[in-house]
């Protein structure tokens, strides 16, 4: 079962720090999961990128 993330801060670079409500928690390096093009391609703009939120009520980021 997928555990919702109750908090993100970015780090440098493409990492976001990322905690569970199971408090698990972890950098992640976001460069190495996906490519920037098609609907992720805005994310190559780092200042972009840094506007990561938290979406509390599906548990995800944004």
Same mark, same amino acid.
């Given at each position: 079962?997928l !555990? ?5 801060n970015?780090q +440098? ?5 990322? !905690? ?21 391609? !805005? ?9 990561? !939120?938290?979406?509390? +009520? ?5």
């Amino acid at each position: 079962m997928l !555990k919702d993330i109750i908090q993100v801060n970015h780090q +440098e670079n493409y990492l976001l720090y990322l !905690k569970f409500e199971d408090e698990k928690d972890g950098i992640v390096d976001i460069s190495q999961l996906i490519e920037f093009t098609g609907t992720f391609a !805005k994310l190559q703009d780092i200042n972009y990128f840094k506007t990561v !939120k938290l979406n509390p +009520e599906w548990g995800t980021i944004y």
